[in-house]
């Protein structure tokens, strides 16, 4: 008889516990592989989506660069041809079809170039609507030029053209175009500039700014909606250099041109000129010569002395150094010392140098033999006559106009000449005027101080 089997409890609970754990960990890795495949394939697909996109944007980013780049050189290719050339294309009443081009406007071949727009100032900015006498306004004219790339990318710009070829500064619908004259001096007073450009309205303001300060605007006019009339004062410590102009429209909207105006060095004049230093009273046309610097041609030169006179016309621009003229002095002149003053023609003046007038000739009396107060000799006879007077020099020479032959000084002092004189065989009785003349230019005159007896 078999005996029967005897099992223990606790060893076939463990076994249990042993294969049910063994079955579990099996299960657990099959899962987590499972999963980790498709967190794999998910991840990898949002990184090929977001790579792709990487390359397109990146793609559209240099597309975009490169239109950049061409749709400049474009613009100033198509600036150049309406405005600058020699030839400009410019047309005062022109429509987006007046600028098409036949060259692309330097834009490579894979490229498409078009004029979107041609605009005009008005009252209420830039406009398609063409000015009624734009044909003889040559306005100005905002326009737009767009650049298309193969790929359909596109970008544009705007730039305004000026039918007067000037550099022209916008802001919206104001605008400058030059100032007139561009220039000025230190201490230039009270001078008037024109300011020429587009939408000016009454009470319209202007600065001009620049270096360690300001040039002094003392009014401003409107004269036009092109045009206003600026009086200016520049201060005499006005840094030199380039300013810049602005103009501001009441209620808002102001435009600004750099380097518009320039502020010039004064002139300035030598302590040692002029040459001579010094001249008589009744000098005639004698040619003085001023030194200094920062002359500009056109410049004119003044004496503080009233009686000290340049005769118009006759100064000449030597250089920015010099100046020669040809100066007067009125006998009544007075007898003292006095300076200089250079004028340039924008307003600039500089004061220096000294110079004197001093006592010129006179003539007291005039006597001969048969005359205390004329010179008279025989009728076609020599003679001998005194003149007394002051400032004579060894130089002074003595000229009868009329009825005398020939005249011989004799001596001179600072206060006499005897000179021999002959009448002339032609006129019994006819007279001349009697003439002294230093070598330094002064000269007195006795009217019909000479008779040919």
Not at 168 to 192: C, D, E, F, H, Y
Request: with cysteine; glycine share 10%.
């Amino acid at each position: 008889m078999t005996a029967p089997v005897t099992r223990n409890p606790r060893f076939c609970n463990k076994m249990r516990q042993r294969i049910s754990q063994a079955v579990d960990d099996r299960g657990d890795t099959l899962i987590e592989v499972l999963i980790t495949l498709i967190i794999l394939s998910v991840s990898g697909l949002a990184l090929l989506a977001a790579f792709s996109t990487t390359i397109t944007g990146s793609a559209q980013h240099r597309s975009l660069a490169a239109n950049d780049v061409v749709l400049r050189t474009v613009a100033e290719s198509a600036f150049s041809a309406i405005q600058q050339q020699q030839s400009p294309e410019y047309q005062p009443c022109a429509t987006t079809a007046t600028y098409s081009s036949t060259n692309n406007y330097g834009a490579p071949s894979t490229y498409t170039v078009t004029i979107e727009s041609v605009q005009y100032p008005s009252s209420g900015g830039w406009s398609m609507t063409m000015p009624s006498d734009c044909a003889t306004s040559a306005p100005p004219q905002l326009i737009t030029v767009q650049v298309r790339a193969a790929n359909g990318t596109t970008d544009q710009t705007s730039f305004v053209v000026d039918g007067r070829q000037q550099v022209v500064a916008t802001s919206g619908t104001l605008g400058i175009r030059s100032l007139t004259p561009s220039s000025l001096g230190q201490g230039a007073l009270v001078q008037n500039l024109v300011l020429d450009g587009f939408g000016f309205v009454s009470g319209a303001t202007v600065l001009i700014t620049g270096g360690s300060g300001n040039v002094v605007v003392n009014s401003t006019q409107v004269t036009s909606s092109t045009s206003l009339a600026v009086n200016v004062t520049v201060p005499t410590d006005a840094a030199t250099g380039s300013y810049a102009v602005t103009v501001t429209n009441p209620g808002g909207g102001s435009v600004t041109h750099a380097n518009l105006f320039v502020v010039n060095p004064a002139p300035s004049v030598s302590s040692s000129t002029p040459t001579p230093t010094s001249l008589p009273q009744g000098v005639q046309s004698q040619t003085v010569t001023v030194d200094g610097s920062g002359f500009i041609n056109g410049a004119l030169a003044s004496f503080s002395n009233s009686g000290v006179s340049v005769i118009p016309g006759s100064t000449v621009y030597d250089g920015p150094s010099q100046l020669t003229m040809y100066v007067t002095v009125s006998p009544t002149a007075p007898t003292v010392s006095g300076t200089v003053t250079v004028t340039n023609p924008d307003g600039s003046n500089g004061t220096g140098g000294a110079f004197t007038v001093t006592p010129g000739v006179t003539i007291t009396s005039i006597s001969s033999p048969t005359s205390s107060s004329q010179c008279v000799v025989s009728f076609n006879q020599p003679g001998q006559c005194v003149i007394t007077g002051t400032g004579f020099d060894s130089g002074t020479t003595v000229v009868i106009s009329a009825n005398a032959t020939s005249i011989e000084p004799v001596s001179v002092t600072s206060t006499s000449i005897t000179f021999d004189v002959t009448g002339d065989g032609t006129t019994s009785g006819g007279t001349g005027d009697v003439t002294v003349t230093n070598a330094n230019g002064a000269s007195a005159t006795v009217t019909d101080g000479f008779v040919n007896g």
